[in-house]
């Protein structure tokens, strides 16, 4: 396809001859040939992305979520979606700016690419392309490693009629453009395979995820949380196989697709694709060029391993990592470290509820994006399968904690919601976590364990459920088992395989 030099509005915006090899290479339809082999499973992520932009609703649907999760064959799966749809081939434009280190010498390089693919591929601009009556799609890989992405991305949807998707692996820089950006965006959580996901996978029968994909109103209803219930009882056998694939692998999607692959080979691959990739390239370089210790960045994420599904203090991190590396390391830079992981979707860092924490705040909940990275960076696998767990009682206690990281995780991926835990106090035990939904309050307690005791293992909800300030109208026990339940009206038990039926 020849490129346009006769517009003047295109003219002097040459680049150079290997990035444009690079862009036609990511761009293989433009003459027609071949998208790369793409994996028959599809994440539900992709059906999401298409409704948003079937929606119209923003102009840019933004896609979080940590590495290796299938943001990006979810993208080239959309994108294969709408050629086969009659999409022209060259009204799809699809940048991997995690690939293309020259675009560092661009200056506002998501405009200049734009530029020039009306110029030298589309031969018009966005806006006389929408005039025409065509929809014009802007895929944006891994945007975080282009500088001022967000007012790039917002001049570019404030003065073109396109559609773009982009996704990231990297809260902080994705969140510090939702400000400039407000109203023309769109966001989506994505994190590892989800329960359902993981049972297409394996070839069960779990059907859609249960919370539907539009809106935080259905978690307010008690009769939500029953019907999940009963839900999940009646799919207990798929159910359960699944949620023991994910109690022995995880949930990033290689350690699925790879049902041949032994663990240590996975784990190998997590380790090198996912946590070093993160700590020695994404996590590398801090604000003005300076250089992060990765070496404690390891130690930090290690420490994280070990506290999972509680709340130490800075203090005691700090005195553990400086016992590790033999260096004289504070608080404060173990919280900042800390921090650069959450940042990294590599933690869910849970805040404390502040309602009543003025004077003294408590520590962030350290739950892991996925506990296979635990099992792989610490070489200990610890199941969460009930059975499996029987016959390893001597886990329960660790398999608990991983529980309630797994229930974070889980929440944690749901757009908007506002989790928290809140901290026991004089006279109010320790609740895991609350959600917060406009003015009402869910408490949550995990009790990870065979049999539950009705009264001593439900001290922590009553208590939160009785106080008036708290407005909450009930509260949910996340345990092992379906046998499991309490005969108060206000709090519905789930296994924690049914909650995560959730998404």
């Not at 339809?29 to 793409?38: A, T």
């Not at 949807?157 to 109203?183: F, K, P």
């Not at 240590?264 to 997590?270: S, T, W």
């Not at 404690?296 to 391993?305: G, I, N, P």
């Amino acid at each position: 396809m020849a490129e346009r030099s006769d517009l003047p509005l295109f003219l002097g915006l040459n680049l150079s001859d290997a990035l444009t090899l690079d862009l036609r290479r990511m761009n293989p339809w433009w003459e027609g040939h071949s998208l790369p082999l793409l994996p028959a499973t599809r994440r539900h992520l992709v059906d999401q992305m298409r409704r948003r932009l079937d929606l119209r609703l923003a102009p840019a649907v933004v896609v979080r979520g940590p590495r290796q999760t299938g943001k990006t064959t979810a993208q080239l799966q959309l994108l294969a979606d709408l050629l086969a749809g009659g999409v022209p081939p060259q009204n799809i434009f699809r940048v991997q700016a995690d690939e293309l280190p020259t675009l560092k010498s661009l200056d506002e390089p998501l405009l200049r690419l734009v530029d020039w693919y009306e110029s030298a591929v589309l031969g018009a601009t966005l806006n006389d392309v929408a005039r025409r009556g065509e929809s014009t799609y802007l895929f944006f890989d891994e945007v975080q490693n282009l500088d001022a992405w967000a007012p790039q991305l917002k001049s570019l949807v404030d003065h073109s009629t396109t559609q773009v998707v982009v996704t990231g692996s990297s809260t902080l820089r994705i969140e510090l453009g939702r400000d400039s950006l407000a109203g023309r965006i769109s966001t989506i959580e994505a994190s590892v395979l989800s329960l359902t996901e993981i049972a297409a996978f394996r070839g069960l029968a779990l059907g859609r995820p249960y919370f539907p994909d539009d809106g935080l109103e259905p978690l307010t209803h008690l009769d939500f949380w029953r019907e999940l219930s009963e839900h999940g009882s009646a799919l207990g056998a798929a159910r359960d196989q699944a949620f023991k694939a994910f109690s022995e692998r995880g949930g990033y999607p290689l350690a699925h697709q790879r049902v041949d692959a032994g663990w240590p080979f996975l784990a190998d691959q997590l380790n090198e694709t996912v946590i070093r990739r993160v700590i020695q390239h994404d996590l590398r370089l801090g604000e003005a060029g300076a250089k992060r210790d990765a070496p404690l960045l390891e130690e930090v994420f290690r420490l994280a391993c070990r506290y999972v599904g509680q709340c130490p203090h800075p203090d005691v991190l700090a005195r553990e990592a400086k016992r590790a590396l033999g260096a004289n390391i504070g608080p404060q830079r173990m919280r900042q470290y800390q921090r650069f992981l959450g940042e990294a979707l590599l933690l869910r860092l849970i805040k404390p509820l502040e309602i009543r924490l003025k004077r003294k705040r408590s520590s962030d909940k350290i739950c892991l994006a996925d506990h296979g990275l635990r099992a792989s960076w610490l070489q200990e696998v610890v199941p969460l399968d009930p059975e499996e767990l029987h016959r390893q009682p001597h886990l329960l206690p660790l398999a608990g904690r991983l529980a309630a990281s797994v229930v974070g995780a889980t929440l944690s991926t749901i757009a908007q919601l506002d989790l928290t835990h809140f901290p026991g106090q004089a006279g109010e035990p320790e609740v895991d976590f609350v959600l917060t939904i406009g003015s009402r309050r869910i408490p949550i307690a995990v009790r990870y364990q065979r049999r539950i005791d009705p009264f001593a293992d439900t001290e922590g909800l009553r208590t939160f459920l009785e106080k008036s300030v708290h407005q909450a109208p009930f509260g949910l026990l996340i345990s092992q088992t379906d046998a499991e339940s309490v005969a108060d009206p206000r709090i519905v038990t789930l296994p924690l395989a049914t909650l995560m039926l959730l998404r």
